[in-house]
């Protein structure tokens, strides 16, 4: 998978997320968005519904797979997990960075065994619906940002290859972990878009702006009346905050 340095295109750092069960739909996206954007994310929703056989039907179109799966477990069960990930062949897999140390080099170096086109693992911080007031009532004392470099160092430490985070959050994690260190940038939302359940969200220009690797974009794109346009709108603004750099 390319890097962020060797990119030309802004818009190969495009992941549009599609957070959906039914397969058709999501083969019908990926149809309609091939050329204006860098690859698809398959979360959850879309994992439980299609399974393996619903990766790789998406794989078909070449894009590369951003697999958001956020194992989160005891070290042996996040070892088996990601060796399972093995033959979908994702670009990219995540865990949760709270599940500590142990698990992190565990799912880093399982990841290892797939060679050199293992997959990319980044670890999940503090999750974009969340703000400051949502940690203290997890009983999380530190403010956003802290909690998120605090995980981010811890990260990399382990081996892993980045982190996701908002767009916030970005210019701290620079001076904490160096420029390449990979950030994957989820709850964007372009001027003309609803936050939604988003809190900590920036638009795709700030995004690229503030120097995010990966952007991760779902509903301002799935859920428009024409969603080639809005990717089309999107990737604009960001080839033009890269022009500005």
């Not at 697999?67 to 088996?80: A, E, N, R, S, Y």
């Not at 969603?227 to 709108?233: C, F, L, M, T």
Request: aromatic share 4%; charged share 20%.
């Amino acid at each position: 998978m390319p890097t962020p340095d060797t990119m030309s295109d802004p818009v190969d750092r495009l992941y549009v997320a599609l957070d959906t069960p039914d397969l058709t739909e999501a083969v019908t996206l990926a149809e309609r968005l091939q050329g204006l954007i860098g690859g698809v994310k398959l979360g959850k929703e879309f994992f439980t519904a299609n399974g393996p056989a619903g990766v790789a039907r998406l794989a078909e179109f070449g894009l590369p797979v951003f697999l958001d799966l956020k194992f989160h477990d005891i070290p042996t069960t996040v070892t088996g997990a990601v060796r399972a990930t093995a033959p979908m062949k994702p670009a990219m897999i995540n865990v949760h960075a709270s599940g500590g140390a142990a698990m992190m080099r565990a799912a880093a170096e399982a990841a290892a065994e797939a060679g050199p086109n293992r997959p990319l693992v980044v670890a999940v911080t503090v999750l974009t619906s969340l703000d400051d007031a949502d940690l203290d009532s997890l009983g999380v004392g530190a403010p956003v940002r802290e909690q998120v470099v605090h995980l981010a160092v811890m990260a990399k430490q382990c081996g892993l290859d980045g982190v996701v985070c908002s767009a916030r959050e970005v210019m701290a994690l620079r001076g904490a972990c160096g420029s390449s260190f990979r950030l994957v940038v989820p709850g964007i939302r372009p001027a003309w878009a609803e936050a939604g359940d988003q809190k900590r969200v920036v638009t795709p220009s700030d995004a690229v702006a503030l120097g995010a690797d990966d952007l991760v974009i779902g509903r301002p794109i799935t859920a428009a009346a024409d969603p080639a346009d809005a990717a089309s709108r999107i990737g604009a603004e960001m080839r033009a905050a890269a022009d500005a750099r």
